[in-house]
């Protein structure tokens, strides 16, 4: 079942962007953003969902109400990085690249920092 988010008419039809796609972007925008691990599950539920279904999206939450979009953003960083300015540089990419791609304003983005991990540990 796909999840609407946006219909549009349009001169030769419906345009329907789906809460899916909203998701792909934002994982894509996430992925790029400096200090990011990855993404994490937001609570035991959608840890469980993931471990049957591989969705990469899995640590993002898209709401459409009243046409306005808001987006929760669940990460784990990098760690001795600023926490503060990765979780604003994802933000900041995440509106920027919603906003370029669908021409949708983004109402409010969320960064929920789940966890930090060492990547290169000296020994």
């Given at each position: 079942?796909?999840?609407?988010?946006?219909?549009?008419?349009?001169?030769?039809?419906?345009?329907?962007?789906?809460?899916?796609?909203?998701?792909?972007?934002?994982?894509?925008?996430?992925?790029?953003?400096?200090?990011?691990?990855?993404?994490?599950?937001?609570?035991?539920a959608?840890?469980?969902?993931?471990?049957?279904?591989?969705?990469?999206?899995?640590?993002?939450?898209?709401?459409?109400?009243?046409?306005?979009?808001?987006?929760?953003?669940?990460?784990?960083?990098?760690?001795g990085?600023?926490?503060?300015?990765?979780?604003?540089?994802?933000?900041?990419?995440?509106?920027?690249?919603?906003?370029?791609?669908?021409?949708?304003?983004?109402?409010?983005?969320?960064?929920?920092?789940?966890?930090?991990?060492?990547?290169?540990?000296?020994?």
């Amino acid at each position: 079942m796909v999840n609407l988010m946006k219909k549009e008419k349009a001169p030769l039809g419906d345009i329907q962007i789906s809460k899916q796609a909203i998701a792909t972007i934002t994982y894509q925008a996430v992925q790029r953003s400096y200090g990011v691990v990855g993404l994490a599950p937001k609570n035991i539920a959608d840890e469980l969902a993931h471990a049957i279904v591989k969705d990469p999206t899995h640590g993002i939450d898209v709401e459409y109400k009243d046409k306005v979009i808001n987006i929760d953003v669940y990460i784990i960083i990098e760690y001795g990085t600023r926490i503060k300015s990765v979780a604003a540089s994802v933000a900041n990419t995440v509106r920027y690249q919603v906003e370029k791609s669908l021409g949708i304003p983004v109402n409010e983005i969320n960064v929920h920092v789940q966890g930090l991990r060492i990547s290169n540990e000296e020994v």
